[in-house]
């Protein structure tokens, strides 16, 4: 928790001091998809990662990999038994003719309160079902996560998915003079 609360307080301070290189995301999150994939086995669950279209952003690659990584193992944590925590990586195009990044997290768990979506970015926020000791969490992460998006120009929001679950939705910019391929 100690570490935990050392990042967000240097995220709350401005953007790290690292330089920004351009990071190929597909890899990046690929990586973050293996691992998470092999500790849901512990839990008779996987992780599916979809790489639509190859995303090249510009950005803190430790930054970014904690930010995905938080999300990615909240999915997991929180998707029922025997599901597949589902990832899809894809650009998206916008009107001003720059294109996004879209990664979407989708788990099988039980979902958010509508009212409280915007809620689970809050710093030690934590639902009233994950608040005993049996949950592990600290209330962190996802604010984490919600601050390093921030800081790469990009969203983080979350929505709960028909059927059930919950998708965390993360749009970056891409790296200068990438179009988008939809």
Same mark, same amino acid.
Not at 12 to 16: D, K, L, T, V
Not at 39 to 50: I, Q, Y
Not at 177 to 182: L, P, R, S, V
């Given at each position: 928790m100690i570490g935990?609360?050392?990042?967000?307080s240097s995220l709350?301070?401005?953007?790290?001091q690292s330089a920004n290189v351009e990071i190929n995301l597909a890899d990046l999150v690929t990586g973050i998809a293996d691992d998470a994939d092999y500790?849901?086995? &512990?839990?008779?669950?996987?992780?599916?990662?979809?790489v639509q279209d190859e995303c090249t952003v510009f950005g803190n690659p430790d930054l970014l990999h904690h930010a995905v990584e938080n999300v990615v193992r909240n999915a997991v944590?929180?998707?029922?038994?025997?599901t597949t925590v589902d990832m899809v990586l894809q650009t998206e195009p916008q009107a001003n003719g720059h294109a996004l990044a879209v990664l979407q997290v989708r788990d099988y768990g039980p979902g958010v309160p509508e009212a409280e979506t915007r809620n689970i970015f809050q710093p030690f926020y934590r639902l009233t079902d994950a608040r005993d000791r049996q949950s592990g969490g600290? &209330?962190? &992460?996802?604010?984490?996560?919600?601050?390093?998006i921030s800081l790469h120009g990009g969203q983080i929001s979350a929505a709960n998915a028909p059927g059930g679950g919950l998708i965390v939705e993360i749009r970056l910019p891409l790296a200068a003079?990438?179009? #988008?391929? #939809?």
């Open positions: 935990e609360l050392l990042s967000l709350e301070s401005g953007p790290p500790e849901a086995k &512990g839990r008779e669950c996987h992780v599916r990662l979809t944590r929180y998707t029922a038994p025997a600290t &209330g962190l &992460g996802l604010a984490i996560s919600e601050r390093a003079g990438m179009k #988008a391929t #939809a």
